[in-house]
T-cell receptor
Framework: KAGVTQTPRYLIKTRGQQVTLSCSPISGHRSVSWYQQTPGQGLQFLFEYFSETQRNKGNFPGRFSGRQFSNSRSEMNVSTLELGDSALYLCASSGDLDNEQFFGPGTRLTVL | GEDVEQSLFLSVREGDSSVINCTYTDSSSTYLYWYKQEPGAGLQLLTYIFSNMDMKQDQRLTVLLNKKDKHLSLRIADTQTGDSAIYFC???????????FGKGTRLSVIA
């Protein structure tokens, strides 16, 4: 079974731009969660989607948004990028009855 | 609010046992997890324990849970250089709710 995949793996953007990251969950998993990892704040929860609906949301500004498609693939979008948005963005998927979240390799975003 | 604390660094000699400790504050935590992150990689789920268990063993890994003290530990037996990584403790009230992570413990294994 293929694992969680994330594209692209690396991105460089400038302040004020917007960016879209993509995550494909493990086949059969309907839940996709997004986390931001920075050296200062560690791992912080952004949001979770289940069956195309946002089920949980972390404490991030409205510039951070996401969506999920009918095939469970998910995208997250960050608008009006700031330097502080530079981070590793991790996606995790889990099955309906699973207690486990499986992570992808992440997308490293650098904002200049 | 929820908080998970870990020591930041641990250094051990190859072949010794490593013990990584974690404390958490949320008494409703039902699932407690250990993840491993190698440089440039995502998080690898090592093991998890349900709150009604005291111990879980999986090959070289042993997880101990003291629910009264809200203390979780991960013991790695016969530590190898390939075990060098950052280890994250995480908790959640139920299996599919957001994970709350500690800041991670960087384990260095000296040959």
């Amino acid at each position: 079974k293929a694992g969680v995949t994330q594209t692209p793996r690396y991105l460089i953007k400038t302040r004020g731009q917007q960016v879209t990251l993509s995550c494909s969950p493990i086949s059969g998993h309907r839940s996709v969660s997004w986390y931001q990892q920075t050296p200062g704040q560690g791992l912080q929860f952004l949001f979770e989607y289940f069956s195309e609906t946002q089920r949980n949301k972390g404490n991030f500004p409205g510039r951070f948004s996401g969506r999920q498609f009918s095939n469970s693939r998910s995208e997250m979008n960050v608008s009006t990028l700031e330097l502080g948005d530079s981070a590793l963005y991790l996606c995790a998927s889990s099955g309906d009855l699973d207690n486990e979240q499986f992570f992808g390799p992440g997308t490293r975003l650098t904002v200049l | 609010g929820e908080d998970v604390e870990q020591s930041l660094f641990l250094s051990v000699r190859e072949g010794d046992s490593s013990v990584i400790n974690c404390t958490y504050t949320d008494s409703s935590s039902t699932y407690l997890y250990w993840y491993k992150q190698e440089p440039g990689a995502g998080l690898q789920l090592l093991t998890y324990i349900f709150s009604n268990m005291d111990m879980k063993q999986d090959q070289r890994l042993t997880v101990l849970l003291n629910k009264k003290d809200k203390h979780l530990s991960l013991r790695i037996a016969d530590t190898q250089t390939g075990d060098s990584a950052i280890y994250f403790c995480a908790e959640s009230p139920s299996g599919n709710t957001p994970l709350v992570f500690g800041k991670g413990t960087r384990l260095s294994v000296i040959a």
